[in-house]
Nanobody, 120 residues
Framework: QVQLVESGGGLVQPGGSLRLSCAASGITFSIFDMGWYRQAPGKQRELVASIPRYGRTSYADSVKGRFAISRDNAKNTVLLQLNNMKPEDTAVYYC??????????????WGQGIQVTVSS
């Protein structure tokens, strides 16, 4: 059974920091591309940051220079460091794991989501 379990969310003041963690089980973590998405009330889910099996990390323009994604394949964990947070970062954050099997087949898993609120 595949599980992605997020932790580290909560309430933070503008300018503050949080670190989100996603612990994966039931998958061969090292071969998956990992990402963090978020969904604010009334908005579509959007990709925040990704870290592929190979290659470079990527970020949404709105978080570049403030957020940092990393992974630890030995611990089956992906982290998202959120710095200099803004009220518009308020959302439910989701961990995602993807593996392209073929051009017609994709393994795609989601965590349950964790609330992040930026407010004074």
């Amino acid at each position: 059974q595949v599980q992605l379990v997020e932790s580290g969310g909560g309430l933070v003041q503008p300018g503050g920091s949080l670190r989100l963690s996603c612990a994966a089980s039931g998958i061969t973590f090292s071969i998956f591309d990992m990402g963090w998405y978020r969904q604010a009330p009334g908005k579509q889910r959007e990709l925040v940051a990704s870290i592929p099996r190979y290659g470079r990390t990527s970020y949404a323009d709105s978080v570049k220079g403030r957020f940092a994604i990393s992974r630890d394949n030995a611990k089956n964990t992906v982290l998202l460091q959120l710095n200099n947070m803004k009220p518009e970062d308020t959302a439910v954050y989701y961990c995602n794991a993807q593996l392209v099997i073929s051009k017609d087949s994709l393994k795609n898993y989601w965590g349950q989501g964790i609330q992040v609120t930026v407010s004074s």
